[in-house]
């Protein structure tokens, strides 16, 4: 077993299959999350289905005591992905990169080659994570996916969403990213707020603000301003067919431009 503050070791992860685990996970999510008493993400009774018939939930566990935890569920195309829900884990000792190594194992042992999942791409941590320590991909920009949610986290804010996938085949992408020649900023972190820049650069950043969640509490305005500057610049650029190919200096989006067919 590791001590607080070190990392969580693979081998305390284990699977879940009992009423009162799964009781244990709904309550953390209910405690990271910030939800109202009775309004977790995710209810015991759902979590005790998706086991029951085969997908995967799994705990990471320190000194016996639950710190983490990983939902997922077979996605489309069959036999090939899985969609990863839900993880949640106490920040700052591992435990969500090896929730996420399970996760993989797991589904490698299955044959699968893809898992997906959603993010806030305003969250940087988020976005460093599942793009440079996991070295996923967004695939798509979703507009207010799950609608209007009030808890600790989002609450104040719309519900935007990247459509990742991390190939579970490709070699590590490098942590460091050489920025092309000719790149340019198409939103600019101007003094806490998004500033939109004109750019036809075939490569452009897109800046995010230093901290999401604080910014909804302490300046809801900056908040949603820069919420809709990323929807509309990344969103946009998601649906022309670029690519998101890396996360720069962990505070910004490298994105790609398709290249134009003669």
Partial sequence: MTGRGAAVNVSTIRELHDMEDFEAVSLLYAEIW???????PISAEVLRALSQAGNYVAGAYEDDRLVGASVAFFGEPIGATLHSHITGAVMGRGVGLALKTHQRQ????RRLTRITWTYDPL???NAYFNLVKLGARPQEYLTSFYGAMDDAI???DESDRILTAW????PAPPEVIELPPGTEHAIL?????PETVATDADTVLIDLPDDIEALRRTDPGAAR???LAVRHTLGALLTEGADVIGFHERRR????RPTPHP
């Fill in 34 to 40: 910030g939800s109202e008493p009775g309004s977790s």
């Fill in 106 to 109: 797991w589904a490698l042992a």
């Fill in 123 to 125: 969250i940087r941590r």
């Fill in 154 to 156: 989002n609450g104040g």
């Fill in 167 to 170: 190939d579970l085949t490709a």
């Fill in 189 to 193: 972190d101007h003094n806490g707020r």
């Fill in 225 to 227: 301003a820069w919420r």
């Fill in 253 to 256: 989006y490298v994105v790609q």
